[in-house]
């Protein structure tokens, strides 16, 4: 029978708890963040860190599965910021 529950530690799913944790834990910010500046930011680190076309497919592939907008609003709680809010 197919899991119908996703959910990992209080997030959607294992994807976004495992980005969350690995990358974005205790980040600071002073403007409010949203799903794409999440997910640009993750993009850009590994631009600087995947040297391998198969395993940047494989990263591709797990980060298919993050919920970026969940990332960003538990960054903008944690800073005290609304992603609405005026920079």
Not at 7 to 15: D, E, K, Q
Not at 31 to 48: H, I, K, N, Q
Request: glycine share 6%; net charge negative.
């Amino acid at each position: 029978m197919p899991r119908t529950d996703t959910r990992y530690n209080g997030w959607t799913n294992y994807a976004t708890w495992r980005v969350n944790l690995e990358i974005f834990d205790g980040w600071e910010t002073d403007a409010p963040m949203d799903g794409e500046s999440c997910r640009d930011t993750v993009a850009d680190f590994l631009d600087l860190e995947v040297q391998s076309p198969t395993i940047a497919g494989w990263v591709g592939a797990f980060l298919s599965d993050v919920d970026w907008q969940e990332i960003a609003d538990h960054i903008n709680e944690a800073n005290d910021l609304t992603a609405d809010a005026d920079a």
